[in-house]
T-cell receptor, first 114, second 109 residues
Framework: GAGVSQSPRYKVTKRGQDVALRCDPI?????LYWYRQALGQGPEFLTY????????KSGLPNDRFSAERPEGSISTLTIQRTEQRDSAMYRC????????????FGPGTRLTVT | GQQLNQSPQSMFIQEGEDVSMNCTSS?????WLWYKQDPGEGPVLLIA?????ELTSNGRLTAQFGITRKDSFLNISASIPSDVGIYFC?????????FGKGTLLTVNP
């Protein structure tokens, strides 16, 4: 079946603009995770959902970052008033069960803030 | 944020050689996982380990969950060119994964 998909794959935006990154998890996967990966680093946790409920947002850097998953499927990560330090690869992952560590990653969205 | 100590940072080997890499942490994890990332792609799950002391194989890959729950290693036997990539360890706790910085593996044919 189809894997995790993310869109757009690349996003270039000017400082101060808002951006919305989309994640479509594997069909039937109940948990969805957002990570951010800087160059030369491993992914770092941002937030996760079980179904439509956001369970943990402790990794979101500040209140400019928010995420939602209103129908328990597709999720959107929104960054308001972008700054150059927000430039990174944003990765989404999903898992079949709640509490499963076997997370399957999408190809990511490369965000560049100019 | 916290990241695991993964070593070595990079390895250059000849095709057919065996490879070993490891990961350590100051914290205990409930689960250890190993992922491989190819250029332009997301990490792909290779092996998941659930019990301290567990040794698990997946083809030419073997991984172990350390007894202290603070470390894990991954071995790749008889390397082939398609093994090239970045290998990440990840520790699972509180429903989220904490990753190492990765080991870049280059295989010379």
């Amino acid at each position: 079946g189809a894997g995790v998909s993310q869109s757009p794959r690349y996003k270039v935006t000017k400082r101060g603009q808002d951006v919305a990154l989309r994640c479509d998890p594997i069909s039937g996967h109940v948990s969805l995770y957002w990570y951010r990966q800087a160059l030369g680093q491993g992914p770092e946790f941002l937030t996760y959902f079980n179904y439509e409920a956001q369970q943990d947002k402790s990794g979101l850097p500040n209140d400019r970052f928010s995420a939602e998953r209103p129908e328990g499927s597709i999720s959107t990560l929104t960054i308001q008033r972008t700054e150059q330090r927000d430039s990174a690869m944003y990765r989404c992952a999903s898992s079949l069960y709640t509490g499963s560590y076997e997370q399957y990653f999408g190809p990511g969205t490369r965000l560049t803030v100019t | 944020g916290q990241q695991l100590n993964q070593s070595p940072q990079s390895m250059f080997i000849q095709e057919g050689e065996d490879v070993s890499m490891n990961c350590t942490s100051s914290s205990i994890f409930n689960t250890w996982l190993w992922y491989k990332q190819d250029p332009g792609e997301g990490p792909v799950l290779l092996i998941a380990l659930y019990k301290a002391g567990e040794l698990t194989s997946n083809g030419r890959l073997t991984a172990q969950f350390g007894i202290t729950r603070k470390d894990s290693f991954l071995n790749i036997s008889a390397s082939i060119p398609s093994d090239v990539g970045i290998y990440f360890c990840a520790g699972g706790s509180n429903y989220k994964l904490t990753f190492g910085k990765g080991t870049l593996l280059t295989v010379n044919p």
